[in-house]
């Protein structure tokens, strides 16, 4: 697989350190499957040949080579770009033994270097005087020896108190936590691998749905075409208003909050938002302060906006690209209603030798893009 063009593959492993496997162990890889997706850890997947008289089965296999704990990097070089699409951990590994020549197999499943954040539970751990993002980026910088580097938002609504009134606390795991703080504030926390092999990104905060976007799927173009089937839906109950309610100080006088726009965490892309045809009422938030509260809201309001979907399958040396999940992708060919800029929800990889596809799925909050002309 290492040695095909214009996609080459690099697998590198090790306890702490990823390095380049042996030439025995790129041999014996039979196919590598890596998702990613939008809230939801990132998880890998690799099946090897395990000859009878193989190195895996008589030497590295008994050595713990692919143990759990073992770190693995995946480097996919497409016309001369190295993208890492995976830095994570084995956590599982199945043997299948056939009396078939060749179908014995070796298969190694992980998940992002976020499961070492979810392995010790905390009880208690206090953050006297400190706001969400300062706390995301202490919890964030103890695991920096992975190479993991924080990248932290500060929250829209200001949520300090003084040590006197409140004081912050964790309980869980520091991968619960951080997911629990940024879902309070309408944000995201992901590891996202690279540039460089054995770094990440570690984002805590808005959704980013701006930058410039990648190159374009484009379907029903005759040869422009670089995707052969994409499938789109607009779910209208998708999307919800929620409504909370805050308690005056000093008095028991409960009074609405109001809904604040979306577009504050994520830019509109569509130029006819789906409604909102539920009304949900947030629950335990009148004795919450405002900026609490508001935040909250925001949160429920956004993680409902998105009510058009799309999903297709594309193959990688057509694309001439390696599609990303969380960023932006246009789309042409799909007519007026469904083309346009959307954010990319989820990515499959799929590598074999020979054969390099991407499974995804697209996401806006509604129907004809804002912008006029898809580029790339």
Not at 33 to 58: E, I, P
Not at 72 to 92: A, K, Q, S, Y
Not at 173 to 189: M, P, Q, R, S
Request: hydrophobic residues 40%; contains cysteine.
């Amino acid at each position: 697989m290492a040695d095909l063009a214009p996609v080459h593959l690099t697998l590198l492993m090790g306890r702490r350190i990823p390095v380049p496997v042996p030439q025995e162990v790129t041999d014996a890889l039979l196919s590598a499957q890596v998702t990613v997706s939008a809230g939801q850890r990132s998880g890998f997947q690799l099946a090897f040949d395990l000859s009878k008289m193989g190195v895996l089965r008589n030497a590295l296999l008994p050595a713990g080579f692919f143990d759990p704990e073992t770190r693995v990097v995946l480097v996919v070089t497409v016309r001369g770009v190295p993208n890492v699409i995976m830095d994570g951990i084995c956590i599982r590994q199945e043997v299948g033994i056939s009396n078939e020549p060749g179908q014995s197999t070796l298969t190694v499943t992980g998940e992002d270097l976020t499961v070492l954040m979810d392995l010790e539970e905390k009880e208690n751990r206090q953050f006297p005087a400190t706001s969400p993002a300062a706390r995301a980026a202490v919890v964030i910088a103890e695991y920096a020896t992975y190479g993991i580097v924080p990248v932290v938002v500060p929250e829209i609504f200001p949520q300090v108190k003084m040590p006197t009134e409140q004081v912050p606390s964790q309980k869980g795991t520091d991968l619960a936590y951080l997911n629990e703080i940024a879902k309070a504030n309408g944000y995201v926390f992901y590891l996202d691998p690279g540039p460089a092999p054995g770094v990440s990104r570690a984002y805590w905060g808005p959704e980013v749905r701006l930058g410039a976007p990648q190159p374009a799927l484009t379907v029903n173009s005759d040869a422009s075409s670089n995707v052969d089937q994409m499938t789109f839906s607009f779910d209208g109950t998708a999307r919800e208003q929620p409504t909370a309610m805050v308690q005056i100080p000093a008095t028991k006088i409960s009074l609405p909050l109001p809904v604040p726009e979306v577009s504050v965490l994520r830019p509109p892309m569509a130029l006819k938002p789906a409604p909102a045809l539920k009304k949900t009422v947030i629950k335990d938030t009148a004795k919450k302060d405002a900026p609490q509260a508001l935040a909250e809201t925001l949160a429920k309001a956004a993680e409902s906006a998105d009510a058009v979907s799309g999903s297709g399958q594309l193959d990688v040396v057509r694309y001439g690209h390696v599609l990303r999940a969380r960023e932006l992708v246009g789309v042409r060919g799909a007519g007026i209603t469904y083309d346009g800029l959307y954010y990319v929800k989820s990515v499959t990889h799929n590598l074999q030798r020979g054969s390099y596809t991407q499974n995804f799925t697209l996401a806006r909050e509604g129907l004809i893009s804002l912008a006029p002309v898809v580029r790339p």
